[in-house]
């Protein structure tokens, strides 16, 4: 009984001090906030950890940082210490993570997908096209896998794939170049890959601007004819309905009263690009200059919106 009782106590002891050991990490962890340079020639800075609004993210970092010291070479420890890191805010970071990754599994797509990503939150644009080519080449003829979400949605239930992020981000990277034809090409794969009413409006949302931006409306219209009120979304709320605002049956001002949509920077560029291309820039750049002022530069409306600005 007293082997049983010490042993309990020991336990106890142990956790405890496991526990005071994260409390403490958590509560010292610093990320570098300058995370590099935007398009507009401004330092792209993110808030420093704090350990009461970043509880979560830290403590899932946490275990990410000892799964993946527990196994340096297991493919799926260092990227999800990469997904965790970018999640703190500290892209620069994940990158070099992933690079690691790379470095190990040089044919693994997941890293070149991730890296890529993180490549267009920091601006690096060229690099971000290298990876997602080196991505596409590793999944051709290769069987599509779904994601799991970082963050999950409010079913927790994750709606996209390897190969559709892949298209995605590609196309988006293209976009953001002002690179329309291959902005166009990537997106269209994308929604190929796309198995859900998620991944449809996401993609279908990008074709429709692209289209647009290349003085196609006529086809910019077809993109809008599957699209409809009663389809099933989890999480793209926001590309729905800038989608059935396109199709006229939504208006800006419906946009304006809806509170779940918060100030989402992918509302607020949707509705300033769809006045570009209606021949009211001044409009839409005034939308623009607001989104840059306010938004989350990481979202990737505001990306989008300076990568306008830039070219104005």
């Avoid at 993110?46 to 979560?56: E, F, G, Y």
């Avoid at 290769?142 to 994601?147: L, Q, R, Y």
């Avoid at 009413?197 to 601007?209: E, K, N, P, Q, R």
């Avoid at 926001?238 to 006229?248: E, P, R």
Wanted: net charge neutral; with cysteine; aromatic share 10%.
């Amino acid at each position: 009984m007293k082997t049983l009782l010490s042993a309990f106590i020991a336990l106890l002891v142990l956790s405890s001090c496991n526990e005071l050991q994260n409390n403490k990490t958590a509560n010292t962890m610093v990320i570098d906030t300058i995370q590099g340079t935007s398009l507009l020639q401004k330092p792209l800075i993110r808030p420093q950890i704090n350990s009461q609004r970043d509880s979560l993210h830290i403590q899932k970092y946490l275990t990410a940082l000892k799964n993946y010291e527990a196994n340096k070479n297991q493919e799926t420890n260092i990227i999800w210490l990469g997904r965790r890191m970018a999640y703190l805010g500290d892209y620069q970071k994940a990158i070099e993570i992933y690079s690691e990754g790379i470095t190990k599994f040089p044919k693994e797509p997941q890293f070149y997908r991730h890296r890529g990503h993180r490549y267009i939150s920091t601006r690096q644009l060229d690099k971000a096209i290298a990876d997602f080519d080196v991505a596409v080449s590793l999944i051709k003829d290769k069987t599509d896998v779904i994601e799991p979400d970082g963050i999950p949605n409010r079913l927790n239930q994750p709606v996209s794939s390897l190969h559709t992020n892949i298209w995605y981000h590609l196309g988006l990277a293209y976009y953001l170049k002002g690179e329309f034809k291959s902005a166009l090409a990537a997106f269209q794969k994308c929604l190929l890959a796309s198995k859900n009413d998620d991944m449809i409006v996401a993609t279908s949302h990008w074709l429709y601007m692209i289209l647009q931006r290349m003085e196609l409306p006529e086809e910019a219209a077809l993109v809008l004819n599957p699209i409809h009120k009663d389809m099933i979304i989890i999480e793209n709320i926001a590309y729905h309905k800038l989608l059935l605002f396109y199709k006229g049956e939504l208006s800006e001002k419906e946009f304006a009263g809806d509170q779940s949509l918060g100030s989402s920077e992918a509302v607020q560029y949707g509705i300033g690009n769809w006045y570009f291309y209606n021949e009211n820039k001044d409009k839409a750049f005034a939308i623009f200059k607001t989104l840059v002022e306010n938004g989350n530069w990481a979202g990737f409306g505001y990306i989008a919106a300076e990568a306008d600005l830039s070219r104005e």
